[in-house]
T-cell receptor, first 114, second 112 residues
Framework: GAGVSQSPSNKVTEKGKDVELRCDPI?????LYWYRQSLGQGLEFLIY????????KSGLPSDRFSAERTGGSVSTLTIQRTQQEDSAVYLC????????????FGPGTRLTVL | KQEVTQIPAALSVPEGENLVLNCSFT??????LQWFRQDPGKGLTSLLL?????REQTSGRLNASLDKSSGRSTLYIAASQPGDSATYLC???????????FGKGTLLTVNP
C-alpha cells in the first residue's frame, strides 16, 4: 500500500507569512508524529497524535506552531508569522499506534523562509 | 533529557570493506532503538529495530547490536557497496509518547 505522503515537497515563503504543511499517514495507522530536521540541529520531535486523544505538543518550539489531525487521518502543521529560523525540513511519520512501533516516515517538506 | 551521539560524523571507505557505525545514548529507559538510512533530499527508511530486551538484529548485510545497560549500539555493514552511501541515523524510543530521539547521523561514502 501507499506510504506516508507529504505536501508540498518544497515551500518558499517570506518572513511573516503563514504556511500550512500537510501529511497523509499510512491507512490504518493511529499514531502520527511531526519532526523537524534543521541544519546543525538534527531531527527534533514536534508533536504526537494518537487516535482521538489530546495531542502531545511538548516539542513545539513556540506558540506560532500548531497542528491538527482531522478524522484521525490527515494532519496539518501550521506555522504562523514565519521566521528565518523556521527554515528546515519538516518530516511526518506514522505508526500502527498504541506503543513503540516502527515509525514510517514521509519524504518531508523543505521550508525556506526568506 | 535523552541525548543520542553518533560517531563518527563522517566515514569514507573503499567498496568491499566491513564497517561499524557507533551510537550512544544517555538514558537507558528506552523501549527500542532504530537505525535509519536517509538519502539526500529523501525521507527516512527504517533499517533495523531492536527491542530493549534484545541484543541484536540482522537484516541481510546489516547487523545491529544493543547494550542497553551501557547505552550503546553499533551498526555493522558487511561488504560495503557504493549503494550503501547515505546518512545513517540512530534513534531511541522513549517516554509516554514513544517519540524518537535522534543522533545527528553518520555520513557514509563508499567509494567504487
Amino acid at each position: 500500500g501507499a506510504g506516508v505522503s507529504q505536501s508540498p515537497s518544497n515551500k518558499v515563503t517570506e518572513k511573516g507569512k503563514d504556511v500550512e504543511l500537510r501529511c497523509d499517514p499510512i491507512s490504518g495507522h493511529t499514531a502520527l508524529y511531526w519532526y523537524r530536521q534543521s541544519l546543525g540541529q538534527g531531527l527534533e520531535f514536534l508533536i504526537y497524535f494518537q487516535g482521538n486523544s489530546a495531542p502531545d505538543k511538548s516539542g513545539l518550539p513556540s506558540d506560532r506552531f500548531s497542528a491538527e489531525r482531522t478524522g484521525g487521518s490527515v494532519s496539518t502543521l501550521t506555522i504562523q508569522r514565519t521566521q528565518q529560523e523556521d527554515s528546515a525540513v519538516y518530516l511526518c511519520a506514522s505508526s500502527q499506534g498504541g506503543g513503540p512501533d516502527t515509525q514510517y516516515f514521509g519524504p518531508g517538506t523543505r521550508l525556506t523562509v526568506l | 533529557k535523552q541525548e543520542v551521539t553518533q560517531i563518527p560524523a563522517a566515514l569514507s571507505v573503499p567498496e568491499g570493506e566491513n564497517l561499524v557505525l557507533n551510537c550512544s545514548f544517555t538514558d537507558s529507559a528506552i523501549y527500542n532503538l532504530q537505525w535509519f538510512r536517509q538519502d539526500p533530499g529523501k525521507g527516512l527508511t527504517s533499517l533495523l529495530l531492536i527491542q530493549s530486551s534484545q541484543r541484536e538484529q540482522t537484516s541481510g548485510r546489516l547487523n545491529a547490536s544493543l547494550d542497553k545497560s551501557s547505552g550503546r549500539s553499533t551498526l555493522y555493514i558487511a561488504a560495503s557497496q557504493p549503494g550503501d552511501s547515505a546518512t545513517y541515523l540512530c534513534a531511541v524510543t522513549g517516554g509516554s509518547n514513544y517519540k524518537l530521539t535522534f543522533g545527528k547521523g553518520t555520513l557514509l561514502t563508499v567509494n567504487p
